[in-house]
C-alpha cells in the first residue's frame, strides 16, 4: 500500500540520517582530538541533541559537512561478497587497507586523523550509490522515492551487481527526487539544507552560497554561478523585476508542498505525452488537493476523466471549479468554460450509457449462482475478490480456453464465468475471469467477522459503497453496491 511504502522510506531515510550523524561525530572527534557526541554530551533529548549540531557546525566547516553527504549520497556501496555482503558496516579505502567504520571505530579514528584534507577523507567513504538519469530523464520511476531507493528498501530486491563491471547498479532518479533525499538526510542529521526550486533545475543550498547540484552526482555551484545559470533562462534583456526573481529563489527555500506540485507537474507531462491517462488523472488528483484554486488544472482534470468515461467524475469537477470561482470576477470567463463543458459531458454521458451499456439480464431457473458485487474466494487459488461482471458461458478466445484448460473443467465452458478484481493482497493488482464451479462466496454467516474489503485500484471504478448485512439475495453477507454505469450493465443485480 501507500502509506506502507512511505513508512519505508521514511524509515530508511532515518537510517542514513543516523549514519551521516555517526560519520560526522567521528569527524568532529578526529579534527578536535575530543570525545564524539555520544561520549561527551551531557542532557538528554532536543537539548542534547541542540548541543551536538552547534558544537560540531563550529568544529566542522561546511565543505566539510557537505563532503559527508556527499560520500553517503552518492559514492558507490560496498562490493558483495560471499562473507561481507549482509554485515552491517561501512569502510574507507586507504593505501590499500580497508577500515571498517561500524566494526572498528579506533581503525577508522586513525585513518581520519591520518589526513590533512578532512573533507577529502570524508568524502572516501562508501554510499548510496544514487545517480541521475541521464539515459532514461523521463521514466516516472525517476520521481517516486520509493522506486528511487527500492534496491535499498526492498529486502527482496537484488542489488545487481555486474561480475562483468565489478559495479552495483545504482539507484536512479531526477533533480528533484535526488534532492528531497538529499535534503531529508541531511535535515534529519542537522544540517542547514535549503531547497532551491529554479527554472528547470533543482538545487539544495548550504546558507547563502554554496549550492550543491544533486543531478550531477553532488557539485558544488557558487551563488554568482547558478544567478548566471537561471537568468540565461529568462530574456537577454533581462528587466529588473527578474533579478529580484533571481535573488528570492537562491535566498529562500521551496516549501515541502510546493515540491510536491512541481514533482506531480512532471508527471502530469510524462504521463499526458504517453496518453496514459488513468495514471495522469491520479497524479493530477493529488495536484488538485494541494492547489485547489488552479483553473487551468481543474480543466484538464475533468477533460481527462470524460476521456475515461468518469462523466460523474467530470461534471462533479466543473461544478466545484465553476463554485469556486462564482465570486470572482477575473474568473468570469472560466465559470462560463466550465458551465459549457458541463453541458457537453452531461450529453457524452447520456450517449455512452445508452451505446456502451450492454444490458445483461439474469436469466430465470437460477442458471446464475452469484451476483455483481458479492465478495468470493477462489476455490483452487485461495484468493479473495469481488465479481464484477460474468457472461453466461465463456466468452474468453480459443487461445486463452486452450491455456487455461477451461475445456478440462468438470462443466468446461458452457457454465457462467465471472470477471473478478483480485484482492491486491493476494495479487497484484489483477482482475481474472473465473469459471463458476471455482468460485466460494464469503459469507459472514459462516466466518464469523465480515472480512476485510477488497483492495483494488479499481473498485472505485465500479462501484459505489460497500455494505454489511441487508435483504433478498445478499442477507448476512457482504457486497459491494454497483456504481450508476455497472447497474445499467446489470439491471437486475
Known amino acids: 500500500s501507500e502509506s506502507s511504502e512511505e513508512s519505508k522510506v521514511a524509515a530508511f531515510l532515518d537510517e542514513v540520517a543516523a549514519e551521516l550523524d555517526t560519520r560526522l561525530c567521528m569527524m568532529e572527534a578526529a579534527k578536535t582530538g575530543q570525545p564524539t557526541a555520544e561520549e561527551g554530551t551531557s542532557g538528554t533529548g532536543e537539548s542534547r541533541r541542540r548541543k551536538t549540531i552547534c558544537r560540531r557546525r563550529k568544529a566542522l566547516t561546511v565543505h566539510e559537512q557537505i563532503a559527508a553527504l556527499n560520500g553517503l549520497i552518492f559514492n558507490e556501496p560496498l562490493l558483495p561478497d560471499t562473507e561481507r555482503c549482509n554485515e552491517d558496516f561501512l569502510a574507507t579505502h586507504e593505501g590499500g587497507e580497508v577500515y571498517q567504520v561500524r566494526a572498528d571505530k579506533a581503525v577508522s579514528m586513525a585513518a581520519l586523523r591520518a589526513h590533512s584534507n578532512l573533507a577529502h577523507a570524508a568524502s572516501t567513504w562508501p554510499g548510496l550509490g544514487l545517480v541521475g538519469n541521464r539515459s532514461d530523464y523521463y521514466n516516472p520511476a525517476n520521481s517516486m522515492l520509493n522506486l528511487v531507493l527500492e534496491k535499498w528498501i526492498d529486502p527482496c530486491h537484488p542489488m545487481g551487481y555486474s561480475l562483468e563491471t565489478g559495479r552495483i547498479d545504482m539507484g536512479k532518479g531526477n533533480p528533484i527526487s535526488l534532492a528531497v533525499i538529499y535534503g531529508a538526510v541531511g535535515r534529519r542529521a542537522g544540517l542547514p539544507v535549503r531547497m532551491i526550486s529554479a527554472p528547470a533545475h533543482f538545487y539544495v543550498a548550504f546558507g547563502d552560497e554554496i549550492f550543491v547540484d544533486v543531478f550531477e552526482g553532488g557539485r558544488k555551484r557558487s551563488r554568482e554561478d547558478l544567478e548566471l545559470w537561471i537568468g540565461q533562462q529568462f530574456d537577454p534583456m533581462m528587466m529588473r523585476d527578474e533579478i529580484d526573481y533571481i535573488r528570492t529563489i537562491l535566498s529562500s527555500s521551496v516549501k515541502p508542498e510546493k515540491i510536491v506540485v512541481r514533482a506531480a507537474a512532471n508527471l502530469i507531462h510524462i504521463f499526458s505525452s504517453r ?23 481543474l480543466l484538464k482534470y475533468a477533460k481527462v476523466a470524460s476521456m475515461l468515461d468518469e462523466y460523474d467524475l467530470a461534471i462533479e469537477t466543473l461544478a466545484k471549479a465553476q463554485n469556486f470561482f462564482m465570486t470572482t470576477r477575473a474568473y468570469s470567463s ?38 455483481v458485487g458479492q465478495l468470493i474466494v477462489h476455490r483452487r487459488y485461495n484468493y479473495r475478490g469481488v465479481i464484477y461482471g460474468w457472461d453466461l458461458k465463456c466468452e474468453a478466445g480459443e487461445r486463452w480456453i486452450e491455456q487455461m484448460g477451461v475445456d478440462e473443467l468438470n462443466d468446461g465452458r458452457d457454465q457462467p464465468f465471472y470477471k473478478v478484481l483480485v484482492d491486491c493482497r493476494d495479487r497484484n493488482n489483477q482482475s481474472t475471469y473465473v469459471a463458476e464451479e471455482n468460485i466460494i462466496v464469503v459469507d459472514e454467516s459462516k466466518k464469523g467477522a465480515p472480512p476485510d474489503m477488497i483492495q483494488h485500484s479499481k473498485v472505485g471504478f465500479y462501484f459505489e459503497t460497500y455494505l454489511t448485512g441487508g435483504t433478498c439475495w445478499h442477507a448476512k453477507a457482504q457486497r459491494y453496491v454497483p456504481n450508476a454505469l455497472l447497474k445499467t450493465q446489470y439491471p437486475d443485480d
Open 334 to 371: 472560466v465559470v462560463e468554460t466550465c458551465k459549457g463543458f458541463r453541458k457537453e459531458f452531461q450529453m457524452a454521458k447520456m450517449l455512452f450509457l445508452r451505446h456502451a451499456a450492454k444490458r445483461s439480464f439474469r436469466p430465470k431457473g437460477g442458471q446464475l449462482q452469484f451476483r
Open 275 to 297: 496518453r496514459e491517462y488513468r495514471k495522469l488523472l491520479s497524479v493530477m488528483r493529488l495536484a488538485i488537493t494541494i492547489v485547489p484554486d488552479n483553473a487551468e488544472m
